[in-house]
């Protein structure tokens, strides 16, 4: 039997070439990030619903292999047999079928998964529709809220080896095969395992691999510059889906992650978890989450994007699996309720954790919470925050703050607001805000804003705690402790920046 003869099996074609032709065909009618946001004149793949359906299919009525496409794999509706068998001529109907693609029922053929151009990438996964299915329990998550958030904050530095530790159809470790020299990737659901590999070879990354098991059973004795885990995070007593819960007690499974990396990170690697965490009622939200990190030999930065009590992070998981049967909802509802209870659960804290291995010193822990924007990709800016608290870590009497020279961040601007009085304008509030990245933004004095302006990288800061005292009518010596302070939250945040930092 020729190659292109032998059958195909769940995922995995037979013939390596298919991999390359079907790659090569979806390139040749559009089917990519651009062409379909083009045709569907949307802003956002990742965001097609079913409630646009007419709109979307209005769109696509010009029966081009693309809209056959776009009606297949997006909208999923089904299309009539041999239209689709003429729009991805020269491929066949059956190797797809073989392959799991999609399926053949009489004059009509429907998706069996949804693919979507993502970036550069075609991912192929689960439509949501089989959560409503008795296969429910092996879903695979797309390209969701949770997988953007973590890929836009991923460091994306060079590394010689990454993991993706559950890995769902592989997201994460294609986008950070880019900049990887391998990826490994490592799920416990068989199928998110194959669906990796799948999309692995369909956009022609050979240096990823995915491996089916616990966590970091499959990876035992390697280690990595980069952890990158979206994981189960979710805080509930059910165990209905792979892709939500953990299957442990609260928030342990996050808690197992934080404990074991450290032995899988090369010195200086990352590791960034997307997390969920029980925070105790009397506490400043972070201290029940420090603990996690004790003994671990590694700097961890947490960033919290919200805090949710624990009623309305019920209502908003619950309705994530439940939008087609509400009358379910109360009984789950109740259950999840009844788990929080008996836990002693008030509040759910979400957020990145970062945590990066650095041994020979005590290591530091940092807890904030994450600025209300994050203008396009924030890594680097993940690891200039690091950089910078090892700066301030470094600096550990304030005095010897007085020599250091900083400068502005590139990315510094300043707002005023305004307001008519009988004197004129009258200034009502001034904001300095970041405009990249992890954008802070923050309430300064005037007095500040002034030093701000005078920070250009050739004086040091004696220089100017003298000017702003000088300009106060106030010595120096009693203005000192608040002026390392808030000049301390300055670098913190990245609006000033050591000279050797600064980039353009
Ligand atoms: C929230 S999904 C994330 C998928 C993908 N990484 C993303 O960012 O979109 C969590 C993934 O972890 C996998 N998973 C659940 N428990 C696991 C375990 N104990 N070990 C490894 N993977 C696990 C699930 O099958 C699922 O694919």
Partial sequence: MKPSQAKNSLFCFQDPEDYRRLRKFFESVGFTAEGVLEALNIKDVASIRGDDIARLLRRTDRGTPLDILIRLFLIEVPCDVTAVEKAIEPLKL??????????????????????LPYQNLILAFDSPCMLQTDQAENYVMGVGRSTLTLANLTIRRHSRLTLDLGSGCGTQALLAAEHSDR?????????????TNFNAKLNAMSHVAAFEGNL?????????????????FVISPEMRYIYRDGGMQADQICRKIAHEVPSFLNEGGFCQILCNWVENSGQNWYERLAKWFDGTGCDVWVIRSETLDAETYAATW???????????????FEEWMAYYAAEGIHTIGAGLI???????????????????????????????GFELKDFLESIKDDKDLMNIKLGVSPNLCMDRQLVPSNQGWKETATQLKLTRGLAYVGNIDPYVANMI??????????????????????????????????????IERGFLLPTWLQKD
């Fill in 318 to 332: 619950i309705r994530h699996t439940e939008q087609a049967e509400p009358d379910r909802f109360a009984g789950r």
């Fill in 453 to 490: 302006i005078c920070c250009d990288g050739q004086r040091p800061l004696r220089d100017l705690l003298s000017e702003m005292a000088r300009s106060m009518g106030h010595d120096p010596e009693n203005i000192a402790p608040t002026f390392y302070k808030v000049v301390r939250g300055l």
């Fill in 216 to 232: 970091f059973e499959p990876v035992h004795g390697q280690t990595f510059d980069l952890v990158i885990t979206n994981p189960p």
């Fill in 183 to 195: 990826v490994s990737a490592v799920d416990r659901n068989p199928r998110a395992v194959q669906l």
């Fill in 94 to 115: 059956t190797s797809l079928e073989q392959v799991g693609l999609i399926q053949i029922n009489g004059p009509q053929v429907s998706a069996a998964v949804k693919l």
């Fill in 354 to 384: 970062t945590m990066r291995r650095t041994s020979g010193r005590s290591n530091w822990f940092r807890a904030d919470d994450a600025p209300n924007k994050m203008l396009g990709p924030c890594g680097e800016y993940i690891l200039q």
